[in-house]
Structure formats: C-alpha cells, structure tokens
C-alpha cells in the first residue's frame, strides 16, 4: 500500500509539472 501511495503521489507531481508547463507555454 506505501509503494502504490508512493506511486500515485509521483503521478500527481508529474501531472502537476506538466500543467505548469502547458501553462507557461501557453
């Protein structure tokens, strides 16, 4: 259960990054 939060939380970071750079792109 640790590693899947884990690996859900890094998702979000990287979901989260990639919005900030649409956005500072856009």
């Known amino acids: ?3 899947k ?3 859900a939380t ?3 970071k ?5 919005m900030l750079n649409r956005r ?3």
């Open 10 to 12: 890094c998702i979000i």
């Open 5 to 7: 939060r884990r690996y």
């Open 14 to 18: 990287t979901r989260n990054h990639a």
């Open 1 to 3: 259960m640790r590693m």
């Open 24 to 26: 500072a792109g856009a």
